[in-house]
């Protein structure tokens, strides 16, 4: 290039330094006019000041990999933190970068030679420049899915544990998150068949959470996650009856028919309460593992005396000897009792559903009044063999199976901090 170019150049980009306040400031008000949900007007202004500073700078500098970027006050992070996109990103760059190509053509006896190289080097110069900013908003959106799922943890961790709740600390903290905390809440709980592997799980929990995500009526939703546990607290976009469909149609593949379990909350009136759904979600849960219901999905409000039971294993034992008493010891009489009791009392399709002669039937039926003094033809007394045997499940389940597959509050909780400021 001849000094007679590199001095008009230089000319172009003393002009540029001359008029940047003018520039950015223009700039930035019709971004902003344009793009409120992008920050501050002043934020704006300062970051395209800079940038057009930082563009002078590179015409005179002899290649553009000379001019110092790194410190460059771009809209990256901040549409990042904003939620925004990383097309927004270069949206702004182009923009900037247009009114800058106006503002070198309007300029007073300008060569056109001086025109095309002065816009190559502004070309190059914003490529540059907007490549770095979507690494800034590739980063600063990295650190706040890190920094917001161990925020979402938790909370989850800590309405979940059981402990009071400090509404005034709840409704703090989700605000950081972009949480509603006066919306309705709900949980869902989903737990995959022990064994599955890292990887597989990994799949399974990306579609898990763009279902939950779909049901929810805010952007995100709050996810506490194990392997191959999931609770997740949705503030409901739809009525009971369409999420649980969702639910359900989720669960007509083949492959998470045979893998998942699900267990729903009852919801609740606000996001303080929302550990009571937590908590119904992950017991109710736990009983639909416990009748390998696989496949299906089990609601609290389907199971809300094993839930209640769940939680008062003093009452269990109580309904246990006195209502089924010596029962206990004998399976095939228990069996027999639940078939009749989900029968209606019909003693041929009790005998068909656990495979014997209605006499047998019949006969256990009589050992079952001996034993317990209870008319198995008398619905009052049905009623309370029921309750006491679903009192047995909820026994059984926590003494017979191990802590890793029932425990489920304890494993939503390992190593979480049930805590938060």
Known sequence: MTSGRIQAISDVAAALLSAEVEIGSAFARQWWRDNQDTGELESETHSARDVVQRCAHSLMADVIADVDISDLSGPGQRF???GLSATTVLDWFRGLESTITDFVLGLDEIDLHIVRQTHSRVSAFFDASSSSELQNFENTFDELGTWYSAVANDMVAYLTSGAAVDEGSVNRQSRKLGLDPRLPYRAIAIRADSGISAHRWALIRHRLVTVVTRLNSQPNPLVQERKGLLLALISPATSNAELVQMLESL????????????????????????????????????I???????????????????????????VSHRLIDSRLGPLVGKPNIIETLRAYIDCNMSLQ?????????????????????????????????????????????????????????????????????????
């Open 80 to 82: 990042a933190e904003a």
């Open 251 to 286: 669960l007509d593949d083949p492959e998470l028919k045979r893998t998942l379990y699900v267990g729903t909350g009852e919801t609740v009136d606000c996001l303080a309460d929302a550990g009571r759904s937590c908590r119904q979600a992950l017991s109710a849960l736990e």
């Open 288 to 314: 639909g593992m416990f009748r390998e219901q696989q496949g299906k999905v089990t609601q609290c409000t389907d199971v809300i005396l094993e839930v209640l039971l769940t939680h008062n294993h003093w």
């Open 349 to 421: 399709r009790t005998a068909e559903e656990i495979f014997v002669h209605p006499n047998t039937v019949a006969y256990r039926l009589r050992q079952i009044t001996k034993l317990t003094g209870r008319d198995m033809r008398n619905v009052s007394d049905l009623a309370d063999l029921s309750v006491a045997l679903a009192a047995l499940d909820v026994i059984k389940m926590y003494g017979n199976t191990g802590a890793e597959s029932t425990n489920l509050h304890s494993a939503i909780l390992a190593g979480a901090d049930a805590r938060i400021d």
